[in-house]
């Protein structure tokens, strides 16, 4: 699976952005997808999940209420709509595929990676 996350930019605080990750080579509509992000001098952190049919998502503490993750595996993709965004969302965001049959949350599960896109947030 190959994964493609574009939609990053720069964008003042309270704002808002949607991020996409378009898949190919493979059907991901079996897999548990994520979007992690790490920001500058810090660990690579979960942002939300979504199981393989949209039913079930987690989310962090940290962007609950702001962040709407989705799914359409009729078009191989997955999007992160992010609402109120804060500086401190600021960060490199990666979506990830993982073939378990569970929803995951710990990064070192997830099999295939995107290259990433930059969310900055301006205060």
């Known amino acids: 699976v190959q994964l493609q996350a574009f939609g990053g930019g720069l964008v003042q605080a309270g704002g808002l952005l949607r991020l996409s990750c378009a898949a190919s080579?493979?059907?991901?509509?079996?897999?548990?997808m994520g979007w992690f992000r790490q920001a500058p001098g810090k660990e690579r952190e979960l942002v939300c999940v979504?199981?393989?049919?949209?039913?079930?998502?987690d989310y962090a503490d940290s962007v609950k209420g702001r962040f709407t993750i989705s799914r359409d595996n009729a078009k191989n993709a997955v999007d992160l709509q992010m609402n109120t965004l804060k500086p401190e969302d600021t960060a490199v965001y990666y979506c990830?595929?993982?073939?378990?049959?569970?929803?995951?949350?710990?990064?070192?599960?997830?099999?295939?990676w995107g290259q990433g896109t930059l969310v900055t947030v301006s205060s």
């Open positions: 990830a595929a993982d073939s378990g049959t569970v929803v995951r949350t710990d990064a070192i599960t997830y099999e295939y």
């Open positions: 080579g493979r059907a991901i509509s079996r897999y548990t």
């Open positions: 979504i199981n393989w049919n949209g039913g079930s998502t």
